[in-house]
């Protein structure tokens, strides 16, 4: 190698080719710069690291603003300076500081809504589904006659009025929805419209104003004054304690404190149920010896119910035939033991009524009406029939509110009475499953 090159050795020679460059013989306080160091001698194999140091100074003295950084920099750092493109590292931490703010706020206000349209429409698809029996049984055969004819005359009137009433719908009811069918025709045979598919739209607004005609919701609320105390009534096998154990839970679900009465004294089994019942929900529970007066007993249970500051109090009472007058009295008298302890209860006293057993609950609501104050029917197994044209009657003959409706043994499956989407599942053309 040539003196000229020893004597100005590259940057790469200074940094791996060490046999140039050599330490001073003596030692000198400081560190010692590449222009004093002799660059003829060769260095000390010990001190092979140290002029990896000069560049470091000699880049010190040609960009002081740089080197005066206290951060250490890497090899590439001391090759090529700051070139480590700083000014990209802003953009990269914005870009990432902006992805949470994607999602949108007004998007965790419509999950709820979303959430109860679709709740609403599995609802209706449910009801569709278990009311298939009476539709096809009613609105179906209708449906037929009605095509086959494509008139409303005498002989299709007949056979829809059989159709009605073989679907339990009472003779005056029947003779009101024809009467309303042909004055509707009427005024429509002067447009000129005689089409089938007129007279299934008559058929139906005439069933459907009778149905919306009458309804109410079950929305227990804490008087002033003690508990809101509800009453269930019935004869024997239509489903009272299970209704009642629906009734509780969509109480408790709500957090509403409520108590269970088991006021059928004479029957073990029922007592033992509605027990199970409250234990399960988690609500208070009280019962007597068996035998005991049920009246009595309800006495006790608004006393405790008032001390213990409960909201709601379902009282269970026996199944009883509605042909005994002498259970009918008993009846009466609960309700007003009840009154007398807590002014202005029970304030509700709902029937339970099985659809299925027809026409002979007309009979029952007289009976049941006449011995207490009947605020509502709960009309229980729906699903389960091919006549709930019951329920067209008994909204037509009593005028008394249909509450809730069950169409099924789930808890959900008791809901209350919404008339205009009862019609509408009745009447669907093609059953939702």
């Known amino acids: 190698m040539s003196e000229e090159k020893r004597k100005k050795p ?3 020679s200074r940094l791996f080719d060490l046999k140039h460059v050599e330490a001073p013989e003596e030692e000198t306080e400081g560190v010692v710069s590449a222009a004093e160091a002799p660059v003829d001698q060769e260095a000390p194999v010990g001190e092979t690291l ?3 140091e000069v560049p470091e100074a000699e880049s010190a003295e ?3 603003e740089e ?5 250490k920099r890497g090899v590439f750092g001391r090759w090529f300076g700051r070139k480590e493109a700083p000014a990209e590292a802003p953009e990269a931490e914005e870009s990432i500081a902006k992805e949470p703010e994607a999602p949108e706020e007004p998007a965790e206000e419509e999950v709820p809504a979303a959430a109860a349209s679709e709740e609403k429409a599995s609802w209706f698809k449910r009801l569709s589904s278990r009311l298939g029996k009476t539709r ?4 179906d055969r209708v449906r037929s006659v009605v095509g086959l004819s494509g008139k409303l005359d005498e002989e299709t009137i007949e056979e829809i009025e059989a159709i009605l009433i073989q679907s339990d719908v009472a003779v005056e009811t029947t003779q009101k929805i024809i009467d309303r069918m042909r004055a509707a025709m009427r005024s429509r045979d002067k447009e000129g419209s005689k089409e089938s598919t007129v007279i299934l739209d008559v058929f139906k607004e005439a069933i459907q104003d009778l149905i919306i005609s009458g309804s109410t919701g079950f929305e227990p609320k804490r008087p002033e004054e003690g508990p809101y105390v509800v009453m269930i009534v019935g004869v024997n096998g239509v489903g009272k304690t299970t209704t009642i154990a629906k009734m509780a839970k969509r109480c408790t679900d709500v957090g509403l404190k409520t108590m269970l009465v088991a006021g059928d004294t004479f029957r073990a089994a029922a007592v033992e149920q509605l027990e199970e019942w409250a234990r399960r929900i988690g609500c208070e529970f009280v019962k007597a010896a068996p035998n005991s007066d049920a009246a009595a007993l309800c006495f006790d249970a608004m006393n405790k119910a008032k001390t213990r500051e409960m909201d709601v109090v379902f009282i269970d009472t026996a199944g009883r035939l509605h042909t005994k007058s002498t259970l009918m009295a008993e009846l ?3 309700d007003r033991v009840i009154d007398k302890q807590l002014p202005g209860a029970p304030h509700e006293t709902l029937l339970v009524i099985d659809a299925t057993t027809g026409q002979n609950v007309i009979q029952q609501v007289k009976t049941f009406k006449a011995a207490v104050d009947i605020s509502g029917l709960v009309m229980t197994k729906l699903d389960g029939t091919a006549k709930g044209g019951i329920l067209i009657t008994l909204l037509d003959m009593f005028k008394i509110p249909v509450t809730l ?4 043994e789930q808890a959900e499956d008791l809901r209350d009475f919404d008339p205009e989407q009862f019609a509408h599942a009745l009447f669907a053309d093609e059953p939702t499953k």
């Open 10 to 12: 590259g940057f790469f």
């Open 50 to 52: 140290q002029p990896i």
């Open 62 to 64: 040609e960009v002081p």
């Open 67 to 71: 080197t005066a950084e206290p951060e």
């Open 136 to 139: 096809k049984g009613l609105y």
């Open 332 to 334: 009466g008298k609960i």
């Open 405 to 408: 409706i069950g169409v099924g």
